[in-house]
């Protein structure tokens, strides 16, 4: 079970840190990645980094912007999203690879959702 967190309203510039928890004692071994959709269009792919030595993957249009990271001791990945726009406006979903996946994943479980409003 993955359950996303730190969604909410901020302006223009600002900052989120969405957070994504999930319920394994097997975490370490799950490739994660952050997704988004937007009203009236379809889930794209935002970030993703992997269960072996961290390696990070992102969408171009993040690239810079949306650090992704995990803390497997916790087993929490985290998207930190700096300088804002009113573009990223979205529900922002985690999901988790299969088990010792490879770039790219195909990701088998995925959590509710959390929503990220940026105001102009």
């Known amino acids: 079970q993955l359950q996303a967190s730190g969604g909410g309203l901020v302006q223009a510039g600002g900052s989120l840190r969405l957070s994504c928890a999930a319920s394994?004692?097997?975490?370490?071994?799950?490739?994660m990645g952050w997704f988004r959709q937007a009203p009236g269009k379809v889930r794209e792919f935002v970030a993703a980094i992997s269960w072996s030595d961290e390696s990070t993957y992102y969408a171009d249009f993040v690239k810079g912007r949306f650090p992704i990271s995990r803390d497997n001791a916790q087993n929490t990945v985290y998207l930190q999203m700096n300088s804002l726009k009113p573009e990223d406006t979205a529900i922002y979903y985690c999901a988790a690879a299969k088990p010792f996946d490879y770039y790219p994943y195909e990701y088998v479980y995925w959590g509710q959702g959390t929503q990220v409003t940026v105001s102009s």
């Open positions: 394994t004692r097997t975490f370490s071994a799950y490739g």
